[in-house]
């Protein structure tokens, strides 16, 4: 990543912007799940394509979780910090289930 100054910040690198749009599926499909509309294919067809994963969104977004932890450990992310990254996501998909129940 290279940030600027005057604000903004470029990612570089392959796997970077692999990396980087893992987290933005996530928004996108958490903003999906909340009832957000958007042309063209949805998030959650797009995520679960792209990661072969299969099920309602809870589940796909629960699966997209899974590879946004294996991708921190990859990269050499804090334990601890992947641990209570995880807790607030499971705490939100606890959350929006009861909803749809």
Excluded: H, P
């Excluded at 604000?7 to 599926?25: D, F, P």
């Excluded at 994963?53 to 946004?68: D, E, H, R, T, Y």
């Amino acid at each position: 990543m290279q940030n600027f100054e005057g604000g903004g910040t470029i990612i570089v690198g392959e796997q970077n912007v692999r990396n980087v749009r893992l987290y933005v599926w996530r928004s996108g499909l958490k903003l999906e799940i909340m009832g957000m509309k958007k042309r063209g294919s949805s998030m959650f067809a797009i995520v679960k394509k792209a990661l072969d994963l299969k099920g309602n969104k809870i589940k796909v977004l629960q699966g997209l979780n899974k590879a946004i932890v294996e991708m921190e450990r990859t990269m050499g992310f804090k334990e601890e910090e992947i641990e209570r990254k995880q807790a607030q996501e499971d705490a939100w998909v606890q959350r929006w289930e009861k909803k749809a129940r």
